[in-house]
T-cell receptor, first 113, second 112 residues
Framework: SQKIEQNSEALNIQEGKTATLTCNYT??????LQWYRQDPGRGPVFLLL?????KEKRKERLKVTFDTTLKQSLFHITASQPADSATYLC????????????FGGGTRLMVKP | DAGVTQSPTHLIKTRGQHVTLRCSPI?????VSWYQQVLGQGPQFIFQ???????GRGNFPDRFSARQFPNYSSELNVNALLLGDSALYLC???????????FGPGTRLTVT
């Protein structure tokens, strides 16, 4: 079955630096990959979607790359701010005609002022 | 526009009881999905409904059921509650069958 791995250890960085989060997957070839942000006690918030034929996508300070050969996506936040502190989840379309999302466990990002 | 709303916010139930969780999608969204999120883990897919038909089911026992109404709102029902059902239950809506989803704040279910 498909497996999605995100670094379970928290990522601590200094304000102004670039945060890079990793999402690796196995046993699957997704049509698209999504990134969500989740704050404690709240539902995830959609950030970006990248399709299998896209290498990179940007939105303001966010950048996502998608390498289907390596089966990996990288999520970058440039000029990070303390307000960016949250858990970031990657999600792939399900292995059944895309009617479900399979989420990774998420990586907690802490941006220190 | 109002976002996805869920009710109740919090719920405490006893083992063996039944629970119904409710979700109202964003206006115009015809797809509703349900997820279970245990503390420290990512959301796990339970069901997806689109145009009132079940379009996907995750690896959950038959104690879990759902339905979507003509106004696209949805209910998730869980029978014979177990301690392990304690989790945050998230509802998400989408304007299309797949692609990005918009999550509600969730219902925190505690089973004692």
């Amino acid at each position: 079955s498909q497996k999605i791995e995100q670094n379970s250890e928290a990522l601590n960085i200094q304000e102004g630096k670039t945060a890079t989060l990793t999402c690796n997957y196995t046993n699957y070839s997704p049509a698209y990959l999504q990134w969500y942000r989740q704050d404690p006690g709240r539902g995830p918030v959609f950030l970006l979607l990248i399709r299998e034929n896209e290498k990179e996508k940007r939105k303001e300070r966010l950048k996502v790359t998608f390498d289907t050969t390596l089966k990996q996506s990288l999520f970058h936040i440039t000029a990070s701010q303390p307000a960016d502190s949250a858990t970031y989840l990657c999600a792939l379309d399900g292995d059944n005609a895309g009617n479900m999302l399979t989420f990774g466990g998420g990586t907690r990002l802490m941006v220190k002022p | 526009d109002a976002g996805v709303t869920q009710s109740p916010t919090h719920l405490i139930k006893t083992r063996g009881q039944h629970v119904t969780l409710r979700c109202s999608p964003i206006s115009g969204h015809k797809s509703v999905s349900w997820y279970q999120q245990v503390l420290g883990q990512g959301p796990q897919f339970i069901f997806q409904y689109y145009e009132k038909e079940e379009r996907g089911r995750g690896n959950f026992p038959d104690r879990f059921s759902a339905r979507q109404f003509p106004n696209y709102s949805s209910e998730l029902n869980v029978n014979a509650l177990l301690l392990g059902d304690s989790a945050l239950y998230l509802c998400a809506s989408s304007p299309r069958l797949i692609y990005e989803q918009y999550f509600g704040p969730g219902t925190r279910l505690t089973v004692t």
